[in-house]
C-alpha cells in the first residue's frame, strides 16, 4: 500500500475542485435550511440551472463566458421563484417531496431527447470555458507537500475557495442583520414573525433566493472545472451530499458547511484512495473496483443517519437554536 | 437526564447495526454475480432495447467505436439487452443498425442511429427510445384504450407501494424517504428466490413479500421505535430515512449489480390480444393479486380491532393510547402491512421491467405524486391518487414523449398541491 | 388600585352606549359587519355587527368553543372569513393579509404563547421593531445603514423590558423564561411594533397567580399610554377587575355586550355559560 499516494490524493482532493462544489451547494442549503428552516431536497437542480444556463448561453448560443454565468444565476433565481410559489405556503415535508421532484424534472428535461439540440441530451454540453482558462494568471501547477493541482486546476480552485469565502461573508453579514433575525424568527415559527408584521412569504422567498444563487455558484465551478455539464452529475446524490455536509460541520453556523465538506470529501476519498490501493495490492479480494465507489455511498448514507440521530447540530453548531426539531 | 439518554443510545444502537448485519447477511446470497470475473476490457457500454410498450426487443445490431480505432459490437438478446465491453473511459461512438430492427418498430427519433457518449467512469448505459412512430398502425381509441390499461397496471403497482407509505405517515407522521429500497428488496427477494434457488414464481413472490414484512417489522423495531422513544424530530427522522434509502440502495448494488436481470420464469410470455388490447397473463395475474392485496388492507383497516386502532393512532395518537390502545404494536402492524405490500409493489413491478438497484428509487417520486394526489395520509386516498398517477402517466404519451412521462406526472403533483394540498381525498387540516 | 383619569374616561364614553349586542359605539377604532367563519357544515363564528370603542379594554367573554379565538383570528387575518367587512380606524382589513394587519397598528398575541425560544429575549424584542432598514437583504449586508436604528431599536427594547421586569434576562434565550414570563415577553414585544389596538389572546393562561396581578397592572398601563385592549379571557374575576366592557360570545355569535356589572347578569350570558336549561344568577354560585 502507498500510505503517500492515500495522503496526497485525500488531501489533494479534500481541498480540491468536488469540495468547492459540495462547499458552495451546502452554503446555499445552509440559508435554506440551517437558518429558515426550509426542507429542500433540491439543491442539484440550483447546480444544474446555473451550469447549463451558462453552458446553453455559451456552447449553443455562442454568447460570452460573462453573459453564461449572468443566465445562470437568472436561471437559478427564476428556478426559486417557481419552487417558491407553490410550496412556501405549505408544510415542511410537503416542500421536501416538491423540492425533490423538481429536480428531477430539471435532470429530465435537459437530458431529454427531445430537447437534445439545445441541452446535447445525456451528453450534456462541452468545452465552453476556454475564456475563463484564458485568464489564468498562473504559469504553473503547484506542488506543495501532499497538495498537487495542475495549473488549470489550481487556477479554478483557488477562484472557487475565494467564491467560498465571499459566500461565507455574505451569510455572515447577511445572518447578524435584521433580515437574518427574521429569517431565525420564521425557521421557529412563522405565525409568530407574521403577529409581528413581517411578510413571511416574502422573507422565506428571499432565503430560497439566497441560497439558490449561492447553491448556483457551485453549478458553475462544477461546469468550468471540467469543461461540461452533463446531467446525470445533478441528480439527488449530489443534494445529499451536500446535505451530509452541512450536516456535519453544523447547520446554522457560517463555516459549518466549508468544514463539513471539507471533511466529507476528505474522508470518502481517503477510504475510497485506501480501500482501492488494498484491492491492488490484494490485501483485500472480496470486492472489486467498481465495487470500490459504491462503499462512499454506503458512507454518506450512514453519515446522514448517525449525524442525525447521535450528533444532529454536527461539528460546530449548537444544539439549542437548531431547526430539527420544528415540527 | 444526559446521563439515561446515552444509556438508551447505547441499548438501541446494537438494534441498528443488528438490522443491518441482518441485511447485509440477506445479500450476501447475491455476491456471487457482482463477482463474476471481468474481461480485459475493464469498462463497457450496454442498453436495454424496448419497444414503446415497454417490451424486450432481440437482434437489434449495435457497434462501438472510438477514435483510437477500438470497435466493439453486439446483437440485442431476448430480453433485449446488448454489451459491448470496452478499454475504459473515455469518448465513444455507439451506433444503431436501423435495418435490424423489427418490422413496425422505429426510433422516436429516426435520424438519430448514432450517438456520441462520454464516460468518466467504467460503464455507461444508452438508449434508443422507439416509439411514436407505430402510432398510425393503430387508431388513436385502440391506443388510448391500451394505455389506459397500461396505467391501471402501473398504477396498482404505485398504490401498493403508496398505501404502505400513507399508512406509515398516518400512524407515525414520518415521510419514509426509504419507502423505494423496500419496494426493491421485494423485487431482489423475488429474484433471488426464483432464480437461485429455482423456487416457482408464486412461491417467490410470496416469500419476498413475507421477507419484506419482516424487514418493516426490522426497520420499525431497531430504527424507528427507538427514534420516536428519544424523542427524535420529524424532520431529523426524514432526514435519517434519506440516509437509510441512500445506504440500502447502494448495498444493492454492490450485492446485486449495476444490471437489469430478468426473473427466471415467465420473462419471454407472449402477450393475449383481448380486443385492442394486448396484455400478458402474467400481468392480468399479477393485477388481480395486486387488487386482491389492496382489497384485504381496506377491510385489515375496516373491519379489524387494529385496522381500526390504526386509523385511530392516525387522527389522535394521544387519544388512542389513553383509550387503551397499544399505539407502538399498532405500529409495528402497519410497518409490517405497509412493507409487505411494498414487497409486492417490487416483485410484479419488476415483471415487467426486469430487477434493478435503483426502480425503488425511481418509483418513489410517482408513488409520493400518488400519495399526495390522494392525500398524504388515508389509505383509500394513496389508492386513487396511485391509480390517477398510473393512468395519466400512461395517457400522456399519446400527446408528449414518452421519456417526458414523468416529468408530466410530477408537474400535476406540483400543480395538485398549488390548488388542492389536502390532496383529491384528504382532509384540509391535516395540512398544517 | 384607584381609578385612574384614562379609566374613567374609557369608561364615561361607554356611559350612553346601549347595552346589546352589536351596540353601535360612539368612537370606535374596530367595526366588523357580518363577519362569518364555516369549517365544513358547522359555523364557527357568525358576528352580524361588532364595534370596539378606542381607549378602552374590552374582555371578549363565551364559554369554549364559542369562537373568540377563530373571531380573533379572522380579525388579525390569520383566518379568512366566508364573508364579512371591517374596518380598523376606517381602513378596511378584509382580505388583508396579517402581516400587513399588524402593520396598520393592530397586534396581537397568542393563546398558547409564541415567544420564540431558540432567541434572546433581546432578539425577540428587536424582530418587533417595524420599518427597520436592515430587513432588507441588501442594506442588511452593510452594518453602517442599519446599525443606528438599531442602537434605538435596542434602548427602547430594554426600556420595554425594564418595565416588564425581564431586563436582567434580555441575553437569555427566551426558551429559558418560566409561563409568565413569557406572556410578558410577548405583550412586550408586540409593544415593539407600536400598536393602536392590542390583541391579547387569554394573556393569564398558564400564568401563576402571582403574576396574575402584575400581568393586569400591564393592561391597564396599555390603556394609560393611549393604546386600546381587546382580550380573550375565561377568568371572570380579571374580567370584572380590568375591563372596561364585555363582550360575550356564545355558538359564534355575539350574545351580550355592556358594562362588566350588568352584562354577568343577563339572563343570555347565564344560558350561554350554563346551558339554556340553567336558571341561576352566575353570582349566586348554587346549582338545582
Known amino acids: 500500500m502507498d500510505i503517500g499516494l492515500i495522503l496526497n490524493q485525500s488531501i489533494t482532493q479534500g481541498l480540491g475542485v468536488q469540495a468547492v462544489i459540495f462547499a458552495l451547494a451546502a452554503i446555499g442549503l445552509n440559508v435554506h435550511f440551517g437558518y429558515t428552516g426550509l426542507l429542500n431536497f433540491g439543491q442539484a437542480a440550483f447546480l444544474a440551472v446555473a451550469a447549463y444556463g451558462l453552458g446553453v448561453t455559451v456552447a449553443t448560443l455562442g454568447f460570452s463566458l460573462w453573459v453564461g454565468l449572468i443566465v445562470g444565476v437568472l436561471a437559478a433565481v427564476v428556478l426559486a421563484l417557481i419552487l417558491g410559489i407553490p410550496t412556501l405556503r405549505l408544510r415542511a415535508d410537503y416542500l421536501a417531496i416538491v423540492t425533490i421532484a423538481t429536480a428531477e424534472i430539471v435532470r429530465l428535461v435537459v437530458r431529454s431527447v427531445t430537447l437534445r439540440d439545445i441541452f446535447g441530451g445525456s451528453d450534456g454540453i462541452n468545452r465552453f470555458a476556454d475564456e475563463f482558462y484564458a485568464l489564468n494568471p498562473f504559469s504553473s501547477g503547484l506542488a506543495l507537500g501532499p497538495l498537487t493541482f495542475s495549473r488549470n486546476d489550481l487556477f479554478v480552485v483557488v477562484v472557487g475557495w475565494l467564491l467560498v469565502l465571499l459566500s461565507c461573508l455574505i451569510v455572515f453579514l447577511a445572518m447578524r442583520s435584521p433580515w437574518g433575525r427574521v429569517l431565525k424568527g420564521i425557521r421557529e415559527d412563522e405565525e409568530a414573525v407574521r403577529s409581528l408584521g413581517k411578510n413571511v412569504y416574502s422573507y422565506k422567498m428571499q432565503a430560497l433566493v439566497v441560497g439558490g444563487v449561492l447553491g448556483c455558484l457551485g453549478g458553475f465551478v462544477f461546469a468550468i472545472s471540467s469543461q461540461s455539464v452533463q446531467p446525470d452529475n445533478y441528480g439527488t446524490d449530489l443534494t445529499f451530499f451536500a446535505w451530509a455536509a452541512m450536516i456535519l460541520g453544523g447547520a446554522a453556523r457560517v463555516f459549518g458547511p466549508v468544514l463539513g465538506s471539507i471533511l466529507f470529501w476528505f474522508l470518502l476519498v481517503f477510504i475510497n484512495v485506501t480501500l482501492t490501493e488494498a484491492v491492488r495490492v490484494g490485501y483485500i479480494t472480496f470486492i472489486d473496483g467498481t465495487q470500490v465507489g459504491q462503499i462512499q455511498f454506503w458512507i454518506l448514507g450512514l453519515t446522514l443517519m448517525l449525524l442525525m440521530i447521535f450528533r444532529p447540530q454536527g461539528i460546530l453548531g449548537d444544539k439549542r437554536e437548531l431547526a430539527f426539531d420544528v415540527k | 437526564m444526559n446521563h439515561t439518554v446515552t444509556r438508551i443510545e447505547r441499548r438501541r444502537w446494537p438494534a441498528l447495526l443488528l438490522l443491518l448485519g441482518v441485511l447485509t447477511a440477506c445479500f450476501g446470497l447475491l455476491a456471487a454475480p457482482g463477482n463474476a470475473a471481468k474481461e480485459d476490457l475493464t469498462g463497457e457500454i450496454s442498453g436495454v432495447m424496448r419497444d414503446a410498450q415497454g417490451q424486450p426487443i432481440a437482434g437489434v445490431s449495435f457497434q462501438v467505436t472510438n477514435a483510437s480505432g477500438f470497435t466493439g459490437s453486439d446483437i440485442s438478446n431476448r430480453q433485449g439487452e446488448w454489451v459491448v465491453p470496452i478499454p475504459g473511459p473515455g469518448q465513444y461512438v455507439v451506433s444503431l443498425d436501423p435495418a435490424t430492427l423489427p418490422a413496425g418498430v422505429t426510433l422516436t427519433n429516426p435520424e438519430r442511429t448514432s450517438l456520441t457518449v462520454s464516460l468518466l467512469s467504467n460503464s455507461k448505459t444508452v438508449a434508443f427510445p422507439t416509439g411514436a412512430a407505430d402510432t398510425t398502425r393503430e387508431s388513436f381509441l385502440d391506443r388510448f384504450l391500451q394505455l389506459a390499461v397500461d396505467g391501471l397496471v402501473f398504477g396498482l403497482v404505485i398504490a401498493l407501494a403508496g398505501v404502505g407509505l400513507s399508512m406509515i405517515f398516518g400512524t407515525t407522521g414520518l415521510t419514509n424517504f426509504a419507502h423505494g429500497e423496500i419496494v426493491t428488496l421485494g423485487a431482489l427477494a423475488t429474484f433471488v428466490f426464483n432464480n437461485f434457488i429455482g423456487l416457482p414464481f408464486p412461491l417467490a413472490v410470496a416469500l419476498a413479500v413475507v421477507v419484506c414484512g419482516l424487514f418493516g417489522a426490522l426497520n420499525d423495531w431497531g430504527l424507528w421505535k427507538p427514534l420516536r422513544k428519544k424523542g427524535v424530530s420529524l424532520i431529523a427522522m426524514l432526514v435519517v430515512s434519506i440516509g437509510l434509502g441512500i445506504l440500502l440502495r447502494y448495498i444493492y448494488l454492490f450485492f446485486f449489480g449495476g444490471d437489469t436481470e430478468q426473473y427466471a420464469s415467465y420473462s419471454g410470455q407472449p402477450g393475449l390480444a383481448l380486443g385492442p388490447v394486448d396484455i400478458t397473463p402474467k400481468v392480468i395475474i399479477g393485477s388481480v393479486v395486486a387488487i386482491l392485496a389492496l382489497v384485504l388492507t381496506m377491510m385489515w383497516l375496516g373491519l379489524t380491532r387494529n385496522g381500526k386502532a390504526s386509523r385511530a393512532v392516525s387522527d389522535n395518537p394521544a387519544l388512542a393510547s389513553a383509550s387503551g390502545i397499544n399505539v407502538e404494536r399498532v405500529i409495528n402492524q402497519v410497518w409490517i402491512i405497509g412493507a409487505a405490500l411494498a414487497g409486492l409493489s417490487g416483485a410484479l413491478y419488476s415483471m415487467s421491467v426486469g430487477v434493478n438497484w435503483l426502480e425503488g428509487f425511481q418509483l418513489l417520486l410517482l408513488v409520493f405524486a400518488g400519495v399526495v394526489l390522494g392525500g398524504l395520509g388515508t389509505a383509500l386516498g394513496a389508492i386513487v391518487g396511485s391509480l390517477v398517477v398510473g393512468v395519466l402517466l400512461q395517457i400522456s404519451t399519446l400527446f408528449l414523449p414518452t421519456e417526458m412521462k414523468t416529468v408530466g406526472a410530477l408537474l400535476i403533483m406540483i400543480i395538485i398541491l398549488l390548488i388542492r394540498p389536502q390532496g383529491l381525498l384528504g382532509r384540509r387540516e391535516r395540512v398544517g | ?288
Open chain 3, 1 to 288: 388600585m384607584s381609578s385612574s383619569e384614562k379609566q374613567q374616561e374609557a369608561r364615561a364614553s361607554l356611559v350612553a352606549v346601549a347595552q346589546e349586542p352589536g351596540a353601535p359605539k360612539p368612537d370606535p377604532i374596530l367595526v366588523a359587519v357580518g363577519v362569518q367563519r364555516q369549517f365544513g357544515g358547522l359555523t364557527a363564528v357568525d358576528v352580524s355587527r361588532f364595534e370596539l370603542q378606542r381607549g378602552t379594554i374590552t374582555a371578549l367573554i363565551g364559554p369554549n368553543g364559542a369562537g373568540k379565538t377563530t373571531f380573533f383570528n379572522l380579525l388579525t387575518g390569520f383566518d379568512k372569513p366566508n364573508e364579512g367587512e371591517w374596518t380598523f380606524d376606517g381602513r378596511s382589513l378584509a382580505g388583508m393579509p396579517a402581516y400587513k394587519v399588524a402593520r396598520t397598528g393592530m397586534v396581537r398575541t397568542f393563546q398558547l404563547t409564541k415567544a420564540l425560544s431558540k432567541m434572546t429575549v433581546m432578539q425577540n424584542m428587536l424582530l418587533g421593531a417595524p420599518n427597520q432598514k436592515g430587513e432588507n437583504f441588501f442594506r442588511g449586508l452593510i452594518p453602517g445603514i442599519w446599525s443606528g436604528q438599531e442602537k434605538a431599536n435596542r434602548e427602547r427594547a430594554e426600556e420595554l423590558l425594564r418595565h416588564f421586569k425581564l431586563d436582567a434576562k434580555a441575553d437569555d434565550f427566551a426558551g429559558s423564561l418560566s409561563g409568565g414570563q413569557r406572556k410578558l415577553l410577548e405583550m412586550a414585544r408586540a409593544l415593539m411594533v407600536q400598536p393602536e389596538l392590542v390583541m391579547l389572546d387569554e394573556p393569564m393562561a398558564g400564568v401563576n397567580p402571582a403574576l396574575k396581578q402584575s400581568l393586569l397592572d400591564h393592561i391597564r398601563e396599555l390603556r394609560e399610554a393611549g393604546m386600546t385592549v381587546l382580550f380573550v379571557e375565561h377568568d371572570m374575576d380579571m374580567v370584572r377587575d380590568v375591563s372596561d366592557w364585555v363582550v360575550v360570545m356564545a355558538q359564534g355569535e355575539i350574545v351580550a355586550e355592556g358594562t362588566p356589572r350588568e352584562v354577568m347578569q343577563q339572563q343570555a350570558v347565564i344560558d350561554a355559560y350554563l346551558g339554556e336549561h340553567h336558571s341561576v344568577s352566575l353570582d349566586s354560585g348554587s346549582g338545582s
